[in-house]
């Protein structure tokens, strides 16, 4: 059974900066993308980033230079560090596995950015 963990979320000033991980455990035979969408209050899920099984990232403009995803195959483990974080971040972030034909989501985790 598949189940992903997310951690590292929590409250934080602006211009700081947090990292947030996401590991599934469980038998994942073929990923072929691993990413991070966000919800803010009132809003639509957003892409945030993803990265591919081969290595191709691609990003939200609005954290372009800021964010940085990554992830670890040996431990299905994706990555998202976030720096200069700015108080339009504050969302809760899930973090979402693609291994067809399943697509696999994080219970979420929040984050706030406020002085």
């Known amino acids: 059974q598949v189940q992903l963990v997310e951690s590292g979320g929590g409250l934080v000033q602006p211009g700081g900066s947090l990292r947030l991980s996401c590991v599934a455990s469980?038998?994942?035979?073929?990923?072929?993308?691993m990413g991070w969408y966000r919800q803010a209050p009132g809003k639509q899920r957003e892409l945030v980033a993803t990265?591919?099984?081969?290595?191709?990232?691609d990003y939200a403009t609005s954290v372009k230079g800021r964010f940085t995803i990554s992830r670890d195959p040996a431990t299905n483990t994706v990555y998202l560090q976030m720096n200069s974080l700015k108080p339009e971040d504050t969302a809760v972030y899930y973090c979402?596995?693609?291994?067809?034909?399943?697509?696999?989501w994080g219970q979420g985790t929040q984050v706030t950015v406020s002085s």
């Open positions: 990265v591919t099984r081969g290595g191709s990232t």
């Open positions: 979402k596995i693609v291994s067809p034909p399943f697509v696999y």
């Open positions: 469980g038998s994942i035979l073929s990923i072929v993308a």
